[in-house]
């Protein structure tokens, strides 16, 4: 069970450059241990469930929306709005500028999905203001984990969605590679052709952040402006190959040897399977590997909230 609804002290708009301006939150015990939250998506924005993953009584709880999602601006559910700056690299230097701005020495990450995968690239880069981290649903940014989900590498498993996905591009193209397809049409002139492909691509990504998979839109995605969102970042980041050398994270996880982390995961994650979070595993030996059993993607699932809870629970007197 979460911890009861906690709302925000602070609030801020932070400049980080290229025209970005980064809205951030802090709430829970002001000389708490600080947490920072780096959500999914990319372009999901942070949520009040997020702040109930931690005890306020124990924890300052920080989180961020990430260029161009949430209350941050510009907005890329604006056709116009220049994605070219927004990049994991420049990420990262947000969370930095967002660390010093609050004069926060060390900070927990928690994340899941693609905030498994930036608080890992982060960490890697920052490794000393880093205290501990937890991730679920775990993600490395490498070009097999993007071809399993968005490329058809799971289509076997969900014949029926990848259809509908693969019905939604022109017939010419349904051969290619459909990210950038997509990645094309989310960013086309006509609002219409922005809106179909933002409904398509998102109902292919509510297929299974739950077990058992489902063809239904999941809720958060009937706001037309946060679909739009959602699929043009995800589409931005997945045709660049999450601005990453193929498999650096995992190359690079002797750089969080001396990081205690917690890394949950489902065994009936589809869109992200468990061997990712096998492989950071053994890459980081520091790190526990909990595994749920029946449960998938979504970290919101009972199983898996719990195991989230549990170690921000444990980590709450740590430095």
């Keep these: 069970m ?82 070219s700056s927004n990049t994991t690299q420049r990420l990262i230097a947000d969370m930095e500028l967002l660390r010093r701005e609050l004069d926060i020495e060390r900070w927990l990450l928690l994340g899941g999905s693609w905030g498994s995968t930036l608080a890992l690239a982060y960490a890697e880069a920052h490794p000393d203001r880093v205290s501990q981290i937890v991730l679920w649903g775990i993600t490395t940014g490498r070009r097999a984990e993007a071809d399993w989900w968005f490329r058809g590498g799971v289509a076997p498993l969900l014949p029926a969605q990848w259809a ?3 019905a939604g591009v022109p017939e010419d193209e349904r051969d290619g590679d459909i990210v950038e397809a997509y990645s094309r049409m989310l960013h086309d002139a006509d609002p219409e052709v922005r809106g179909r492909a933002a ?52 190359r690079n996880a002797h750089l969080l040897e001396d990081i205690p982390g917690v890394l949950v995961h489902g065994s009936r994650d589809l869109m992200a399977p468990i061997a990712n979070a096998w492989e950071l595993q053994q890459a980081w030996p520091s790190a526990e590997l909990v595994v749920v059993d029946d449960e998938g993607h979504a970290g919101n699932q009972p199983g898996i909230e719990g195991e ?3 170690a921000t629970d444990r980590f709450a007197s740590g430095g």
């Design 199 to 250: 409904l398509a691509w998102c109902t292919w990504e509510s297929a299974t952040p739950e077990w058992p998979p489902t063809r239904a839109l999941d809720e958060r995605y009937a706001d037309p402006d946060f679909a739009l969102v959602f699929a043009g970042l995800v589409t931005h980041y997945v045709a660049h190959d999450f601005f990453l050398e193929d498999g650096i994270l995992l």
């Design 2 to 83: 979460t911890y009861p609804k906690v709302e925000p002290d602070r609030h801020g708009m932070l400049e980080v450059g290229d025209g970005n301006i980064i809205s951030w939150e802090a709430c829970g015990k002001p000389d708490g241990k600080p947490a920072l939250v780096v959500h999914g998506g990319p372009g999901s924005g942070c949520t009040p469930w997020h702040r109930r993953l931690f005890d306020p009584a124990a924890y300052r709880i920080v989180l961020f929306d990430q260029r161009g999602c949430g209350r941050s601006t510009p907005h890329a559910s604006e056709s116009r709005t220049d994605l």
């Design 164 to 166: 509908a996905l693969r």
């Design 308 to 310: 989230l809870i549990r």
